[in-house]
C-alpha cells in the first residue's frame, strides 16, 4: 500500500526509521525522482497516516533524529547517491520559484555594473503620473536588492516557503500571492518612504503568514512554518522598526506583506473542518 511519498530521500528514511520504532516497517521505492513510502500491513494504515501528518509539521523535530540512530536500518531500499547543490535547490523550487529567483540574480549583477540608481529608474515603484501606466513597476520594485546579504536572506526564504507553496498547491497559487503581496507591500511602503526602496522581502513575509497560518489551520495542507522561524519574523519585524543595527528595513512592507499572507490563508482554511 502506498502511503506517499517525498521529493527529499533524507526526509523519507527519518519517517520510516521512526516508524521502525512504532513497530511498523514501511518500504523505500525510488520513481521517477520521488521516494514512494510503501506499508505491507494495511491495518497499520490509519496509525501510520496520523504518524505522518505529524512528521510533516516538524520533519525536524530530534525523535525523528534519534529514530535513525535506534534503528540502524539499511535495508529500507534507499540508495544515496551525490546530489548537486543546484540539485538540491530544483528538488524544492518549481519553475516559478527557480524563474523568479534568476531574475533577482540578473537585475543584481546589473545593479552591480551598472549602479543601483540606473536600474532602479527602470524598475522602481512609479514615481508619478507619468510612471502609472508602465505597469511593470508595480512589481518589478521586488526584483531590486541592495546588498549581497540583502538578496541571500531574501532568496533563501523565497525558495524555503514560495518552493513549498508550489511544489504543494500550484504555481498558480504562488503568483496570486507574489501579485498582490508585491503590490500591497510596495503602495504601502511607497507612502512611508517614497518610491526608491526594493527587495522580495514584502512578498517573503507574506510568505511567512500564510505558510504559517495554513499550516495551524490546514496541516493536511502540507504548507507550514515552524512557529519558532515565525516568532523569528515577528522579532525581526520588531528590530527593523527599532533600528537596532542601523540597517534601512522596509517595515511597513514587511507588515503589509504579513497581513496579506495571513489575510489570504484565514481565506483559503475558512471552509476547513476543524
Not at 540608481?117 to 510612471?131: I, T
Request: hydrophobic share 50%; charged share 15%; proline share 2%.
Amino acid at each position: 500500500m502506498r502511503i506517499t511519498h517525498f521529493n527529499n530521500p533524507r526526509l523519507a528514511q527519518a519517517f520510516v526509521d521512526y516508524m521502525v520504532t512504532r513497530g511498523v516497517t514501511l518500504r523505500i521505492e525510488h520513481q521517477d525522482g520521488s521516494w514512494n513510502i510503501l506499508l505491507q500491513d494495511e491495518s497499520q494504515a490509519a496509525m501510520v497516516e496520523n504518524e505522518l501528518q505529524q512528521f510533516i509539521r516538524d520533519p525536524l523535530h530530534p525523535r525523528y533524529q534519534d529514530a535513525s540512530w535506534q534503528s540502524g536500518n539499511i535495508a529500507s531500499g534507499l540508495q544515496y547517491s551525490s546530489v548537486s547543490l543546484l540539485d538540491n535547490i530544483r528538488q524544492r523550487a518549481g519553475p516559478l520559484t527557480m524563474t523568479l529567483m534568476i531574475a533577482c540574480v540578473a537585475v543584481y549583477i546589473l545593479m552591480q555594473l551598472l549602479g543601483d540608481r540606473a536600474v532602479m529608474s527602470w524598475l522602481a515603484w512609479p514615481a508619478g503620473e507619468g510612471q502609472y501606466f508602465q505597469l511593470w513597476r508595480w512589481f518589478s520594485h521586488a526584483l531590486l536588492h541592495f546588498s549581497l546579504l540583502h538578496i541571500l536572506f531574501n532568496l533563501m526564504w523565497w525558495w524555503y516557503l514560495g518552493g513549498a507553496v508550489e511544489k504543494r498547491i500550484g504555481s498558480g497559487k504562488l503568483v496570486v500571492i507574489t501579485l498582490i503581496s508585491a503590490l500591497l507591500s510596495g503602495w504601502m511602503q511607497a507612502k512611508f518612504s517614497g518610491v526608491w526602496f526594493g527587495g522580495l522581502s514584502g512578498v517573503v513575509y507574506a510568505l511567512m503568514g500564510y505558510a504559517w497560518l495554513r499550516g495551524e489551520r490546514d496541516p493536511e495542507s502540507g504548507i507550514y512554518l515552524e512557529r519558532g522561524l515565525m516568532a523569528f519574523a515577528i522579532l525581526w519585524l520588531v528590530i527593523g522598526y527599532f533600528g537596532v543595527f542601523g540597517l534601512s528595513i522596509a517595515n511597513a512592507a514587511h507588515v503589509t506583506g504579513l497581513l496579506v499572507g495571513l489575510a489570504m490563508a484565514l481565506v483559503d482554511t475558512r471552509h476547513v473542518r476543524k
